[in-house]
């Protein structure tokens, strides 16, 4: 099977790494409105993730990774590094615009540049920078085949997609609100189990307050 995919990925590199790119891409928004459990799914929302990353973020992927592989050939230390910094200095803060503003457009924002402005400094200083989303660019440069490298990108961009949406919906663009979106503070979840077992309390208290007052009424009846 691993064969075969590589042999059709070998003979149609253009529209297998795009393809696989889009859907994972696409993929991102499903999980993220599926962990968020809403009642209904907006389906719409994932169309225009689904478009964006077809029309724009999988061909701009495919052919970047082949300039870059032009420019500077060579999986060697210097070679890779080269590629990675002009891939983080140009090609994330433009991937990373085209989202926010193309969703925005295909929503029908009247300001299509809100969430660009609120929440892409966040988004690129703080999370895409880091060691970690730059870390599978460097694997990528370094052992992944040319004709792959686009799908490759694609699996590690399912779980940047799931963080974009969820930045761009819920968040402030910054990987600490994720976090806590996932896994909410200790203190919260104390709070919330002190505030149940108070009301659990008051409501036992209200209930032997009812119960002594029915004893006193009957009392006074019997007397």
């Not at 994330?92 to 615009?97: G, K, M, R």
């Not at 969430?115 to 988004?123: H, Y």
């Not at 961009?157 to 910054?174: M, P, V, Y």
Request: proline share 3%.
């Amino acid at each position: 099977m691993r064969k075969a995919f590589l042999r059709q990925v070998r003979r149609f590199p253009w529209a297998t790494n795009v393809t696989l790119y889009g859907c994972l891409f696409a993929g991102g928004d499903f999980v993220h409105q599926w962990f968020s459990r809403k009642e209904e799914m907006d389906w719409r929302h994932t169309r225009n993730v689904a478009v964006v990353a077809f029309s724009f973020h999988g061909n701009f992927n495919f052919f970047w990774m082949r300039f870059l592989e032009r420019r500077f050939p060579g999986n060697s230390a210097g070679m890779v590094l080269r590629k990675l910094l002009l891939d983080q200095t140009t090609a994330a803060p433009l991937a990373t615009s085209v989202f926010y503003t193309g969703v925005s457009f295909l929503e029908g924002k009247e300001d299509i540049l809100q969430d660009w402005r609120e929440k892409f400094l966040n988004t690129y200083r703080k999370c895409t920078t880091r060691v970690p989303v730059c870390l599978h660019q460097f694997v990528n440069f370094a052992l992944v085949p040319l004709y792959v490298r686009t799908t490759f990108t694609g699996c590690c961009a399912f779980i940047w997609a799931t963080f974009l949406c969820f930045s761009r919906q819920s968040g402030d663009g910054t990987a600490a609100a994720a976090l806590a979106w996932m896994f909410p503070p200790k203190e919260l979840t104390v709070d919330l189990t002190e505030d149940k077992a108070e009301s659990a309390q008051e409501k036992g208290q209200s209930k032997e307050k009812e119960h002594v007052l029915k004893d006193e009424a009957a009392a006074s009846k019997q007397k």
